[in-house]
């Protein structure tokens, strides 16, 4: 059976073209990843944010039928726009129907910011002005204050996927700031795994994306080190020897 080492059910909005294709592209052997998909969340609004919380149930009635070893809600506006108790219940539902750990994409983002010991950070989204803010709300709620935020200004998720990543280098150069500890790259649909590496060898400073940082927060549920070398520090420090001896969020009985 494919995904004998790991499976991740990954749960994505339904007009998501980037974070199925990335997942796949930094899934080692035995590792596989199976996605169910949420409907709704095209336009971003407050009502199609809160309304995806509902359809994601039906979705993780579908990808549990394989099993998951962790699922993975990939939406970030979808898991902050409500504040962090809206995430805890998306989590508490989610492993309810599926009977594995939920990491939301949000989550993921506070957790490894917080990990890295993070007070002050840079964001780059692609949202508009009151999704910026509801972001800006939640990571206050974790302690972390956003200096700097740059966005792309844009309501229709589905366009977010043709920013490319160079435009995503060049908007983190324009926005960092010099007194921020890391940056942060916000949006599933957002490529911006592809450039990370770069910007951190380019910034001296780290950098993270919500892919990667979902990512991260998988493998280290489902304790496997995948061995990614090429998408950023963050993912690099799975192979870390603390890393690997963090007990899982909770197996799947075998």
Request: glycine fraction near 6%; hydrophobic fraction near 40%.
């Amino acid at each position: 059976m494919y995904g004998w080492r790991g499976r991740i059910g990954l749960l994505v909005p339904s007009i998501n073209t980037t974070m199925e294709t990335e997942f796949w592209r930094i899934a080692p052997q035995g590792v596989s990843v199976h996605s169910a998909r949420i409907a709704g969340g095209r336009h971003g609004t407050p009502e199609e944010l809160r309304s995806m919380e509902t359809a994601s149930k039906k979705a993780a009635e579908e990808v549990a039928m394989v099993e998951p070893d962790v699922v993975v809600y990939g939406c970030t506006s979808g898991s902050f726009f409500e504040g962090p108790e809206w995430n805890k219940k998306i989590c508490t539902q989610l492993s309810a129907i599926t009977k594995a750990p939920t990491v939301t994409t949000a989550g993921a983002m506070a957790e490894c910011l917080i990990a890295a010991g993070h007070k002050k950070v840079d964001v780059v989204t692609p949202y508009v002005e009151l999704t910026n803010e509801r972001l800006k709300q939640f990571l206050k709620a974790h302690g972390i204050d956003v200096l700097s935020l740059g966005t792309f200004d844009m309501l229709d998720m589905f366009d977010h996927a043709k920013i490319q990543p160079e435009e995503i280098y060049q908007k983190v150069k324009e926005i960092t700031s010099p007194d921020a500890e890391a940056v942060f790259v916000a949006c599933t649909q957002l490529r911006a795994l592809e450039v990370v590496d770069m910007l951190e060898r380019d910034l001296g400073k780290p950098v993270y994306s919500a892919v990667q940082a979902s990512a991260w927060q998988a493998y280290l549920a489902m304790g496997v080190d995948p061995k990614i070398s090429d998408c950023g520090s963050l993912l690099r420090s799975l192979s870390d020897a603390d890393a690997n001896k963090r007990a899982p969020l909770r197996r799947r009985s075998a």
